[in-house]
């Protein structure tokens, strides 16, 4: 009997998702396993980590570390394995240098095959564009909003959100603008966040100022 790796991951945003949660991801890898008479040895966790960047996922480390000839990784879906195309293909052929196979239940890929492995390839490059699909669409929607005066992100300092509709506070537009003039000057982020927490004057949720939050309204005016 050939042996299996599970490796299961969920991204926080995605813990409550249908389908997908770190249990139906185990069970799914393991009826899998018995139905193609393989041994379950391991089942690696990422959870609440996003797949974005292979480095910083240590159960998909240490899946890969575990991979031997003629062993099979066992994933629920590639989206599970790897966000990018790019990862994707350096998984794939990091395990075929050790002649490990690669399977992904959702898109039935089995790279043990030489169709498995063309297929692995072209669902990857199609993940990939289809999450740029969306990112462009949602940048777009955003946009549109923006365009139009209505809210689309958290009601930023110097406005306040009137049925759907940001509104200018005039008192907070007044600071923003001498937060605008200090930069303008020279002042460093660090320089007017002290000045805004020195003189009381204190965020959108009643926070102190940070370099971090003023560089962010400074880019909202920006942009």
């Known amino acids: 009997m050939k042996t299996a790796i599970g490796y299961i991951r969920v991204s926080t945003e995605q813990q409550a998702d249908e389908g997908i949660s770190l249990e139906a991801q185990k069970a799914k890898i393991a009826a899998w396993c018995e139905i193609n ?3 379950l040895a391991q089942v690696y966790v990422d959870a609440g980590i996003s797949g974005k ?3 910083k996922r240590t159960g998909l480390q240490d899946a890969l570390a575990a991979t031997k000839k ?3 990784l066992v994933v629920y879906s590639l989206s599970r394995l790897a966000r990018s195309t790019k990862d994707c293909i350096s998984i794939g052929e990091q395990l075929k240098k050790k002649g490990c196979d690669l399977v992904s239940i959702t ?3 089995d790279t043990g095959s030489a169709m498995g492995e063309f297929f692995f390839t072209l669902m990857a490059a199609l993940g990939q564009m289809e999450r740029k699909l969306i990112a462009e669409r949602t940048a777009m929607a955003l946009k549109h909003k923006k365009n139009k005066g ?3 992100a958290p009601i930023p300092f110097g406005y306040s959100a009137i049925e759907g509709r940001l509104v200018a506070v005039e008192s907070e537009a007044l600071i923003v603008a001498e937060i605008m003039g200090k930069r303008a000057a020279g002042s460093t982020l ?3 966040a002290d000045y805004l927490n ?3 004057i204190t965020g959108k949720k009643g926070g102190k100022w940070f370099a971090s939050s003023v560089s962010y309204l400074i880019n909202r005016q920006a942009a």
């Open 37 to 39: 008479d393989y041994q």
């Open 53 to 55: 960047s292979m480095d």
């Open 70 to 72: 003629d062993n099979a």
């Open 107 to 109: 898109e039935k890929i």
């Open 150 to 152: 209505e809210v689309y």
């Open 190 to 192: 660090t320089e007017i």
């Open 198 to 200: 020195n003189a009381g």
